[in-house]
């Protein structure tokens, strides 16, 4: 008998930080962005409790430009994908892990005026999204950090 699985994420939250476009090599683009999802109970104290986890998500391709072009901090954001874990050596020998949550969908749930753009829609669109000349500057600045694609290509810190 074949063995199943599944690898699928599914998150709605706000993101954390812009989304910083990258280049591998070979010239693949490639996004890194964070967002926050937050859970909130009571105790047995019926005292009010919340948590925010952190998520790294990366894309890559015609997601990291979409989500470039689309995407800022502080927006809600639907977003389905799968988890990947990387590891990497560091410069002092170890190794190193960093797990990702890498895109394969995307909606906007802000209601900036762009709600339930998600991956077809955008294509749809197609040049008319690219108007914001503070994003574009930031794109032709990153476009000169070009990053191998075994290598770490955000090392960040956690956000608290």
């Known amino acids: 008998m074949a063995s199943r699985s599944l690898n699928k994420v599914i998150l709605i939250g706000n993101l954390t930080r812009d989304p910083e476009m990258r280049y591998t090599n070979s010239g693949t683009p490639v996004v890194t962005f964070g967002m926050a999802t937050n859970k909130s109970w009571k105790d047995q104290d019926g005292e009010a409790k919340e948590l925010a986890e952190f998520h790294n998500l990366v894309a890559w391709n015609k997601m990291a430009e979409i989500c470039q072009q689309l995407l800022a901090k502080g927006m809600k954001v639907y977003i389905e994908g799968s988890l990947n874990t990387r590891s990497w050596e560091a410069e002092d020998g170890g190794t190193r892990y960093k797990t990702e949550i890498r895109v394969e969908d ?26 914001e000349p503070k994003k574009k500057a930031k794109k032709e600045k990153v476009e000169e ?3 191998e694609e075994d290598q770490d290509p955000l090392e960040e810190d956690l956000p608290f």
């Open 145 to 147: 950090t070009p990053v």
């Open 106 to 131: 995307m909606i906007l749930l802000d209601s900036k005026g762009k709600q339930g753009v998600g991956m077809d829609a955008v294509e749809e669109k197609g040049e008319s999204e690219e108007k």
